[in-house]
């Protein structure tokens, strides 16, 4: 399984941004694909998750209201709507799948069995 996250790039304060997450390999049916994020010197934080079926979505405390984890038309790709975008929410975002995760571990890096490489968001004016 391969997975592909893109569509990060510079823009400024109150703007917004889709990343998308691609896996090759496999679908997402039956997973829960997440989206972390990574600031230099600082460790992999939880931003988003959403398991497949039944479509449920999760969200971390800086993101809610602004972001919007959603499936995509093919069962191999998830987005990641970002709006509002702050000047902390500059990081590496990595895509994650897990086909196995319970509830209590979905905000968990560790529990991800299948990483991307990781797209750049800079947020600045």
């Known amino acids: 399984v391969q997975l592909q996250a893109s569509g990060g790039g510079l823009v400024q304060p109150g703007g917004s941004l889709r990343l998308s997450c691609a896996a090759s390999g496999r679908t997402f049916r039956q997973s829960t694909v997440g989206w972390f994020h990574q600031a230099p010197g600082k460790e992999r934080e939880f931003v988003a998750a959403i398991r497949w079926a039944p479509g449920h979505t999760y969200y971390g405390d800086s993101v809610k209201g602004r972001f919007t984890v959603s499936k995509g038309n093919a069962q191999n790709t998830v987005y990641l709507q970002m709006t509002s975008l702050k000047l902390e929410d500059t990081a590496v975002y990595y895509c994650?799948?897990?086909?196995?995760?319970?509830?209590?571990?979905?905000?968990?890096?560790?529990?991800?069995?299948?990483w991307g490489q990781g797209t750049q968001v800079t947020v600045s004016s």
């Open positions: 994650a799948m897990d086909s196995r995760l319970i509830l209590s571990s979905i905000r968990q890096a560790g529990e991800y069995d299948y």
